[in-house]
């Protein structure tokens, strides 16, 4: 192309892989990212390296992985995402020309830092700034309510397993700002540049609140039974599921169905609003020179395996849906599904590279162009992933697969699982204690120890990998190695 592409960077919070048509699912309805996804690429293989909502977002602005970030989770001996990185890939895109803007959740710290944004419009649920002001949906709601209620209103939680419809209407619901929000930009941003807009939804992430349209439409259909594997007895805690907030613990069938209505709702309800946006770019033919992208920063158990929320190595949690669009003029990717494992991480390179614009040495992701033009026989064998401690020691977890196969260890308790992907995508069957497998599975185990040993962080002696328990969670130094460059507090 002569001129630089416009992108449009689509992403929702906590949506699983299996969660749009065009990845199998017969029962939810996102006939706009289905359609998005006919004209470019599904990535069949994509994860979150670190799935839980700031160290997944810094992968993915900085095309770092999480050892590089220095965001190895949200719990213990993790900062907040924080200033300080080198490159970004919007202060990339501003330097090359780019008008850039983040439309709704972005997770930095403090909350209006903006990591090479020229301006961002947040949602951030209700946090507020150093100054105790709310985000601007928050400004927003309370200024265009119809009743003296306040946003959290309904009763439920933003970590919570329930589920019902939104008690306010569906105009001042945040998905319908962010959409909002996002033509408001495209009708004012500078017409002379190029532009980058990142629009990023607060849901499907709990609380699962949609419109009273969208949860009666999955209320009333049969959904899809969670599924639980017979090692997941180890999940079924009672006293954590009382909860209503619980990280694990069976709840009954009908909350069980009733969160999956919520949480369907919630992406249907999505993609009608994207849809709205791609109405709008299309109107105004900006569609056609622009690159888009829908992906998410991790995905959303719903009861599978006993589990709830993220943070898990389990597809539910890891396993994340990503599309690629390229614009009319750099022509039709040759293909159409790639089964290659790809991460957050490769996003920011493939912009970079479309966009003609330098990929820095800190980038550890790779460009995603050549998989869609049939290209790179020397892809990766396999992602790694990671996430220390959040809701419990035992939780903790390495991870690799390849799409084929996943092997995950548990640093805290020292155990491990294998499962085969291909003959058992619901990782019902753990082969780890199976004789059948122990080949497979020393493969594997060597493999991490061959990722970690570079570290020198304790989680393997070179030979085999050292149980954590009892031991300091382990940090990354690049975090306070940034801190101290950023010039910020700890």
């Not at 719990?75 to 501003?94: I, R, S, Y």
């Not at 999955?218 to 006293?239: C, F, I, L, R, T």
């Not at 995603?368 to 396999?382: A, K, S, T, V």
């Not at 190695?481 to 910020?488: H, V």
């Amino acid at each position: 192309m002569a001129n630089k592409p416009n992108v449009l960077l689509l992403m929702t919070d906590q949506q699983r892989w299996d969660t749009l048509g065009c990845y199998g699912n017969r029962v939810i309805e996102t006939p706009n990212l289905d359609w998005l996804a006919s004209q470019g690429t599904v990535f069949t293989s994509a994860y979150s390296s670190t799935p839980s909502c700031v160290p997944a977002r810094a992968s993915l602005i900085t095309g770092m992985n999480p050892w590089n970030t220095g965001i190895l989770g949200t719990g213990k001996g993790q900062g907040p995402m924080g200033v300080g990185f080198e490159h970004t890939l919007p202060g990339e895109l501003a330097k090359s020309g780019y008008h850039t803007r983040g439309i709704g959740k972005m997770s930095f710290h403090p909350m209006r830092a903006l990591n090479g944004f020229h301006h961002t419009v947040l949602d951030e649920f209700n946090k507020v700034d150093e100054q105790g002001i709310g985000s601007d949906f928050r400004s927003w709601f309370d200024r265009n309510k119809t009743g003296d209620y306040e946003i959290f209103d309904h009763g439920i939680g933003p970590n919570s397993w329930m589920a019902r419809p939104t008690h306010a209407p569906e105009f001042l619901h945040p998905t319908f700002w962010t959409i909002k929000e996002s033509i408001e930009f495209l009708n004012r941003r500078d017409p002379t540049k190029p532009f980058f807009l990142k629009v990023s939804f607060s849901r499907p992430h709990s609380p699962y609140d949609p419109p009273a349209f969208y949860f009666d439409l999955y209320a009333n259909k049969k959904m899809p039974e969670p599924h639980v594997g017979e090692w997941a007895s180890m999940h079924d805690v009672p006293q954590d599921a009382a909860s209503p907030d619980a990280w694990r613990g069976g709840r009954s069938a009908e909350e069980t169905r009733r969160a999956r209505a919520g949480y369907y709702g919630s992406i249907h309800f999505i993609d009608h609003q994207i849809g709205r946006l791609l109405q709008f770019m299309t109107k105004h033919k900006l569609l056609r020179d622009t690159i888009v992208i829908f992906t998410s920063d991790h995905g959303d158990m719903q009861g599978d395996h006993n589990l709830w929320r993220k943070t898990y190595a389990y597809e539910g949690s890891a396993h994340i849906p990503l599309i690629v669009k390229l614009p009319a003029g750099m022509g039709t990717p040759a293909t159409q599904r790639v089964e290659n494992p790809v991460c957050l991480q490769d996003i920011m390179p493939t912009i970079l590279e479309a966009a003609g614009t330098p990929i820095p040495q800190t980038v550890d992701g790779r460009s995603l162009l050549p998989l869609m033009q049939g290209e790179c026989p020397d892809w990766r064998p396999y992602v790694h992933g990671e996430h220390s401690t959040c809701y419990s020691e035992e939780q903790e977890m390495q991870y690799l697969t390849d799409g084929k196969w996943k092997y995950i260890w548990f640093p805290r308790i020292g155990s491990e699982q294998l499962f085969d992907l291909r003959r058992d995508p619901a990782e019902l069957n753990d082969l780890a204690g199976s004789e059948a497998h122990a080949s497979e599975l020393l493969m594997w185990r060597e493999r991490l120890i061959g990722v970690l040993a570079p570290r020198s962080a304790g989680l393997t002696d070179g030979n085999r990998l050292v149980c954590q328990a009892g031991k300091p969670p382990i940090v990354s130094p690049h975090y306070a190695e940034r801190t101290r460059r950023s010039g910020a507090m700890l």
